[in-house]
């Protein structure tokens, strides 16, 4: 989080603190110094990826290819000039920053909600004013690095700590980000993203020394003046009366300054007359009023304290102040072999959310881009909260009697208060032969471990019975489908038209470079496609979760977004499919993927059909949704009964004709289009 309103004080009030710098220059000097040490910088990626999304459109789910381009654009700019890159991304949310977690969700919540009522108004995206993150950009962008040759760790607590911690640890010549924190740590310089020219190399270093010097303090004294400012440990209500304090007898006072600025002078004017020690320390934290707790001025202290490092306001015994990351000892999971590897496999990036559960039981998801007016499609929360419950049965051992462990979810949803988290209970999946262990799962070796593997991922969307006809298909397609078919399978809403917009887009997606489809050209944006796209992408977050969880019978690479999706790409088949184009316009005249298209389509179908789910034709042409209604909660969001249906597609049949509409828009899974369409061949499977 950093020290609130630092980073714009810095700017407004102290220039000389802020110098711009060439890092091509610096790292040449660090190469002169240190002529057996690469130059490093490393990167707090979170605090990056706002500026490395720079796509025109952001709305419709995320233009993957084209953001995989310019991370590599990004990356060769520093390879180029001789500099590595290592990239921090957050692990894990602590419990102190829990609070102001929960406060971000909810100021999100309130963006997504007036970025929807602007498309609905406009039919089209806002500008950059409105940016919000495309859903899941943190989590992919991990990959997507990795990916690309990138060495990229996730943290097993805060990230700027870690980061901070290896730039001294390991002579960085800085750190990248945009973080006031990294102005507190004592460590390497601090580099904006903010401010970073990438086609000369050139941004601003944020100077410590220079920013002591403008407040009158030592260096020793800046994670004091953050403490005293409010941060993740002391909290800024507490701070009030203190401030008030500190401004009736500060000597600044000028009236121009806003109010943050004039605290931010004066409590550095305070703490400029204490002396750096312990004895200091005690007396503050006897005179301030911080509650019933009175250590969490040198709690705070502690946590901006690295490896190494020793600091006068803190006992000399006391080197290494952060807690250590969760031991193994107190975690859920016991097994010493599986939760080691777990953590390995966390700290590089190869697995996805399994080492949380395994851990401490905890797991969270920021917002989505969900329209929360749309009573027709659930959050996705919910919607894939079968999955999960079933890979967490998966991960997790039950206990004596069979109950296993309950798993602490924090998911942002319509309806959800985010005042706790809430317990769910694992649910096993319905596996051949029961559901393997993880020892067998993530160590064994074999043909018939590697079935297992398969088949126990495909349990947990319920398509344990389709396992032949999936392997069949291309590995991206195929984790495409399942994901396809387990939401058909959840949400009633979806419709034929729906169904037939994914699987033109999986398909036509693959010849389509980052250039092609940064050149397609949207006359209006639809809100509920936007809605579908981004639980579309959370959705192969949880195809994530489920092949670490089961072993990788994927390869992480196949259930990537830029592999199987594209927002624009999207909007363009919904809105072709809902206005009743032909399936050659909507393959773009693509004669070889005619039979693909109905094969897919021909197998979700046929699924939907065994779980006597009926999907439905219901185009809704250009008929916007712009209503304003507001939905009431209910998390048990699938229907009560679903009808059955005759199944248009037998084993027997070589083609078939298309229907006419149902009443009231019924028109069965086969069509596509009007009833008047051509006729459309289906070899068999």
């Known amino acids: 989080m950093g020290v609130r309103g630092l980073q714009g004080f810095v700017a407004r009030v102290c220039p000389d603190v802020c110098k711009t710098v060439d890092l091509r220059e610096m790292a040449e000097k660090h190469r002169v110094d240190h002529p057996d040490f690469p130059p490093v910088i490393v990167v707090d990626a979170m605090s990056c990826v706002r500026y490395w999304y720079t796509p025109e459109f952001w709305v419709c789910g995320g233009q993957w290819r084209e953001y995989l381009a310019i991370l590599e654009d990004f990356i060769n700019v520093f390879m180029a000039a001789g500099i590595k890159l290592v990239f921090y991304f957050d692990g894990v949310v602590e419990d102190k920053k829990r609070e102001e977690w929960i406060k971000r969700r909810w100021n999100n919540t309130k963006e997504i909600a007036r970025l929807f009522q602007f498309i609905k108004t406009h039919r089209k995206q806002p500008g950059r004013e409105m940016f919000v993150l495309p859903s899941a950009l943190p989590t992919f962008t991990r990959y997507a690095l990795k990916s690309l040759g990138q060495e990229t760790v996730c943290t097993l607590q805060e990230a700027d700590f870690e980061v901070a911690a290896y730039g001294l640890q390991h002579n960085c010549i800085g750190i990248l980000g945009q973080d006031s924190d990294y102005l507190i740590y004592n460590t390497c310089p601090y580099f904006s993203i903010e401010n970073l020219r990438l086609d000369r190399l050139v941004t601003v270093m944020y100077s410590r020394e220079e920013l002591c010097h403008a407040l009158g303090i030592s260096l020793t004294h800046l994670p004091l003046f953050a403490c005293l400012l409010g941060n993740d440990v002391v909290p800024e209500s507490l701070l009030e009366g203190f401030w008030h304090k500190c401004l009736v007898t500060s000597p600044h006072k000028n009236t121009s300054y806003n109010r943050r600025t004039k605290i931010l002078l004066a409590v550095a004017n305070y703490i400029s007359k204490i002396p750096c020690s312990c004895s200091s320390l005690k007396h503050l934290e006897d005179t301030l009023p911080l509650g019933s707790d009175k250590t969490l001025l040198y709690r705070g202290l502690k946590s901006y304290l690295l490896p190494g490092q020793q600091s006068p306001w803190i006992p000399p015994s006391v080197t290494n102040c952060q807690v250590l990351p969760l031991q193994q000892q107190s975690a859920i999971c016991q097994d010493k072999e599986i939760f080691q590897l777990a953590k390995e496999q966390h700290i590089q990036s190869e697995n996805y959310s399994v080492f949380n559960v395994l851990s401490n039981g905890v797991i969270e998801c920021s917002n989505s881009l969900e329209d929360d007016c749309d009573t027709e499609i659930p959050g996705q929360s919910l919607i894939f909260r079968p999955a999960r419950q079933h890979i967490y049965s998966v991960l997790l051992e039950p206990g004596k009697g069979g109950a296993y462990p309950l798993v602490k979810e924090w998911f942002v949803y319509f309806g959800n208060p985010l005042k706790q988290p809430e317990l769910i209970q694992p649910v096993q999946p319905s596996v051949p032969g029961g559901t393997p262990n993880l020892k067998t799962l993530w160590l064994a070796k074999g043909p018939d471990v590697e079935k297992q593997r398969y088949s126990t991922f495909l349990a947990c969307?319920?398509?344990?019975?389709?396992?032949?006809?999936?392997?069949?298909?291309?590995?991206?397609?195929?984790?495409?489908?399942?994901?396809?078919?387990?939401?058909?399978?959840?949400?009633?809403?979806?419709?034929?038209?729906?169904?037939?917009?994914?699987?033109?887009?999986?398909?036509?997606?693959?010849?389509?470079?980052?250039?092609?489809?940064?050149?397609?050209?949207?006359?209006?944006?639809?809100?509920?496609?936007?809605?579908?796209?981004?639980?579309?992408?959370?959705?192969?977050?949880?195809?994530?979760?489920?092949?670490?969880?089961?072993?990788?019978?994927?390869?992480?690479?196949?259930?990537?977004?830029?592999?199987?999706?594209?927002?624009?790409?999207?909007?363009?088949?919904?809105?072709?499919?809902?206005?009743?184009?032909?399936?050659?316009?909507?393959?773009?005249?693509?004669?070889?993927?005619?039979?693909?298209?109905?094969?897919?389509?021909?197998?979700?179908?046929?699924?939907?059909?065994?779980?006597?789910?009926?999907?439905?034709?219901?185009?809704?042409?250009?008929?916007?949704?712009?209503?304003?209604?507001?939905?009431?909660?209910?998390?048990r969001f699938q229907q009560p009964r679903r009808s059955h249906f005759v199944s248009p597609y037998h084993n027997q049949m070589r083609g078939f004709v298309q229907r006419n509409p149902q009443p009231q828009g019924g028109r069965p899974c086969g069509g596509l289009g009007h009833p008047d369409r051509r006729r459309f061949h289906l070899p068999p499977r």
Request: negative net charge.
């Open 461 to 635: 969307f319920h398509l344990q019975d389709e396992m032949e006809e999936i392997q069949a298909l291309e590995a991206p397609v195929a984790g495409f489908c399942c994901l396809l078919t387990y939401l058909m399978m959840q949400v009633s809403s979806l419709s034929l038209e729906d169904l037939n917009a994914f699987v033109a887009l999986v398909l036509c997606l693959k010849g389509k470079s980052a250039a092609q489809l940064a050149g397609l050209q949207l006359a209006e944006v639809d809100s509920r496609a936007v809605h579908l796209g981004a639980v579309l992408v959370r959705g192969l977050t949880t195809l994530l979760m489920a092949n670490s969880a089961c072993g990788h019978p994927f390869r992480m690479d196949d259930l990537m977004p830029w592999a199987v999706f594209d927002g624009k790409l999207f909007q363009e088949k919904y809105q072709q499919s809902h206005r009743g184009c032909s399936m050659e316009e909507l393959l773009e005249g693509n004669e070889s993927l005619y039979t693909p298209f109905q094969n897919l389509k021909s197998f979700i179908c046929k699924v939907c059909m065994a779980k006597k789910r009926m999907i439905q034709s219901r185009p809704r042409g250009n008929g916007f949704n712009t209503g304003r209604e507001q939905r009431d909660f209910n998390p």
